[in-house]
């Protein structure tokens, strides 16, 4: 019964669609396919404080190391972005199994659409690899009726 009603609210709710597609630097390609999710309004806020979790306990571990040394920090904002989205992704996945199928892929294309995504406040966060580095790309967006564009690149220090 509890699910029947759940499952009633998740698909009465508006959806949108959102066509995303990755800005690559100069020269670069994904040398394997890139997981991409959209966290929608529930979760937008669960990947902002663990990432800011993620950053501050960084930040009191390896302050010293930070400031004589700025592309450490770059570094380790990275690994706080991937852990974010991993805690955020693993908790979607265990309160709102029915997200999955439209807001999680695992793509190659330099284009492609997410749809049927809750209308409302939405994260688009894509981890990278690009030769031997991972970084995680992000953009923050309100999807309404029309359909949204989002191009993902990578942050600037």
């Given at each position: 019964m509890l699910f029947s009603v759940l499952l009633s609210v998740v698909l009465a709710a508006p959806t949108g669609t959102i066509e995303v597609r990755f800005v690559m630097p100069a020269n670069a390609k994904l040398s394997r396919p890139a997981q991409v999710v959209v966290f929608p309004h529930d979760y937008v806020n669960v990947y902002m404080a663990e990432l800011q979790k993620n950053l501050d306990d960084y930040w009191e571990e390896f302050k010293d190391l930070f400031i004589?040394?700025?592309?450490?920090?770059?570094?380790?904002?990275?690994?706080?972005?991937?852990?974010a989205m991993?805690?955020?992704?693993?908790?979607?996945?265990?309160?709102?199994?029915?997200?999955?199928?439209?807001?999680?892929?695992?793509?190659?294309?330099?284009?492609?659409?997410?749809?049927?995504?809750?209308?409302?406040?939405?994260?688009?966060?894509?981890?990278?690899?690009?030769?031997?580095?991972?970084?995680?790309?992000?953009?923050?967006?309100?999807l309404?009726?029309?359909p949204a564009t989002v191009a993902l690149q990578p942050t600037n220090p």
């Open positions: 004589h040394d700025k592309q450490a920090f770059l570094l380790f904002r990275e690994r706080a972005k991937h852990r991993d805690y955020t992704l693993d908790r979607m996945k265990r309160e709102n199994p029915l997200y999955m199928p439209d807001l999680l892929m695992t793509t190659s294309a330099s284009q492609f659409t997410f749809r049927h995504v809750p209308q409302g406040e939405c994260e688009v966060v894509a981890l990278v690899t690009i030769g031997n580095q991972e970084s995680v790309w992000s953009e923050t967006l309100i309404r009726d029309a």
